[in-house]
T-cell receptor
Framework: DTGVSQDPRHKITKRGQNVTFRCDPISEHNRLYWYRQTLGQGPEFLTYFQNEAQLEKSRLLSDRFSAERPKGSFSTLEIQRTEQGDSAMYLC?????????????FGPGTRLLVL | QKEVEQNSGPLSVPEGAIASLNCTYSDRVSQSFFWYRQYSGKSPELIMSIYSNGDKEDGRFTAQLNKASQYVSLLIRDSQPSDSATYLCAVNPFGGSNYKLTFGKGTLLTVNP
């Protein structure tokens, strides 16, 4: 399978616990994005990487959130001290920066439930 | 604030009919426009991309873009029950470099057999 993969696919945690999600992009893609989607809403941008550099973070990304892409390949998104409002689908997407027709492809998502 | 607006639906059409999905956006500098299909509980899947004014056809799907009116649409011909899903309109709000997308809330389409 050469698509974007995410792990885990589902995560249930208790409020206050830390969670970490992993994303493996399509192998030749140099851009990687994290989005969050709640029920009835479209995905909302969280952050994005060009190779290993994190170039933008949304205001949605509070201090409890951190993302890394240490070698420009896979990425991790960590949420510390989870809150019930963090419950959502966390989507990873990747793309190749070939303008103007750059297209983002999404992974299957990680569904987080904070109890 | 840059916004993408879609009718939330649900839009219900009979099998074999044409489904028309509409999207408006607020940022005039937007350059790239995308339609994603999302089945319940699944992640978005790219259906169409369009960058120039006019129509772009791919099989049963046609995307239409009018930058002057800040309007993009998706037509699905010969609709099938398997087309039943939420359709998300996404826009690159900054033009030139597609480094993040702004999505609408999506339109739920139901195709009735």
């Amino acid at each position: 399978d050469t698509g974007v993969s995410q792990d885990p696919r589902h995560k249930i945690t208790k409020r206050g616990q830390n969670v970490t999600f992993r994303c493996d992009p399509i192998s030749e893609h140099n851009r990687l994005y994290w989005y969050r989607q709640t029920l009835g809403q479209g995905p909302e941008f969280l952050t994005y990487f060009q190779n290993e550099a994190q170039l933008e973070k949304s205001r949605l990304l509070s201090d409890r959130f951190s993302a890394e892409r240490p070698k420009g390949s896979f990425s991790t998104l960590e949420i510390q001290r989870t809150e019930q409002g963090d419950s959502a689908m966390y989507l990873c997407a990747s793309s190749l920066d070939v303008l103007p027709q750059e297209t983002q492809y999404f992974g299957p998502g990680t569904r987080l439930l904070v109890l | 604030q840059k916004e993408v607006e879609q009718n939330s639906g649900p839009l219900s059409v009979p099998e074999g009919a044409i489904a028309s999905l509409n999207c408006t956006y607020s940022d005039r500098v937007s350059q790239s426009f995308f339609w994603y299909r999302q089945y319940s509980g699944k992640s978005p899947e790219l259906i169409m991309s369009i960058y120039s004014n006019g129509d772009k056809e791919d099989g049963r799907f046609t995307a239409q873009l009018n930058k002057a009116s800040q309007y993009v649409s998706l037509l699905i011909r010969d609709s099938q029950p398997s087309d039943s899903a939420t359709y998300l309109c996404a826009v690159n709000p900054f033009g030139g470099s597609n480094y993040k997308l702004t999505f609408g809330k999506g339109t739920l389409l139901t195709v009735n057999p």
